[in-house]
């Protein structure tokens, strides 16, 4: 590389990118190009006229809504790794737990075999959720370009995005679910199958809606996911099933880390739908049947008194929740984003002005070179050094 640029002709070789950059800005704030621009947008500035107001969209706002969520629904629909891959697997896992747990019956063994099952499905399967994660970071990346284009507000996006993943989310669920419920045999009567699929539908909803608020801060999917799974990971931590409501530490983790995770709120719903009004085996035949209400206070410690459609309200109460909070989070990112990017902007720009001291002067306007003109004349006045 040495011998290469001592021997060289070109005299562009023998100066730095830098060099010719600086070289480059030097010559054209002394140019007259320069000084024209500057009068002309001097000019335009003093030019006096109405200004311009950002309408944004002129369409209404149950039309924006119902744009939305037709688009999203459409995408959703064609989108084979978004809800259709996610089918696939529930079925295939709920066949898997249906088979291990099949006809699980009443005996003393199955007590807890019906606790485990619960657990797993409110648990691990609710936990494949976060694989719509991806999907969900493009959906904030195209909203964020439309929202700036003023196209539609927040609001309708939130909605129309909850709307259009709703079918998908009961489909899935009802599915699945059915085919986990009456492979292992639970709880027989309507009212009980209804109270399964719905608290499995909500708790499916509410990782849903999790992930969601997740993305509108998390913009890479590698973290978010990394992030979901631990937020998930926790509530799995403090469900009541790993240990006890009355064993978990009560400072944080009882109160409050429990009582936020769905989890819990969906076993406690779950173990009552379950075994309220069953009879199990005990360990001898000589002994007694063993009601399901003995069974949830003293093996599962969870309360009798509280109805089980009270821990499935507090789970739709999530969804609303999550849902709020992504609302919130998006709003803050409108406000907040652009103040931190344009404190960075001016304090590269200070930066920048205060490496540069180079002034405009008019009088010292003169032709713009070029810069392979500029370079043989400096390599000319260094020759003749």
Sequence with gaps: MKLKFETSDDPLEKITTAEAIKNLIDFYQTSQHSYAAKEKVEGISKVKGTVLDAGGSQASFLMQAFTLTKRSFVNMSRDFGYYWLRLVIYVVVTICIGTIYLNVGTGYNSILARG??????????????????????????????????????????????????????????????????????????????????????ASVAVVESLMMAIASIVPNFLMGIITGAGIQGIFMLVSGYFRLPNDIPKPVWRYPMSYLSFHYWALQGQYQNDLKGLWFDNQSPDLPKIPGEYVLENVFQIDVRRSKWIDLSVIFSMIISYRIIFFVMIKISEDVTPWIRGCLARRRMQQKNGTQNTTVAPDRLTQSPSLRNYVANHAARAGKR
């Design 116 to 201: 485990s099952c619960a657990s797993f499905v409110f648990g691990f399967v609710t936990f494949m959720s976060i694989g719509g994660f991806p999907s969900f970071v493009e959906d904030m990346k195209v909203f964020q370009r439309e929202r700036l284009n003023g196209h539609y507000g927040v609001t309708a996006f939130v909605i129309g995005n909850t709307l259009s993943a709703m079918p998908f989310l009961i489909m899935i669920t009802f599915i699945s679910g059915t085919i986990c419920y009456f492979m292992v045999r639970l709880h027989p009567g309507f009212i009980h199958y209804l109270f399964f699929v719905l608290c499995l539908y």
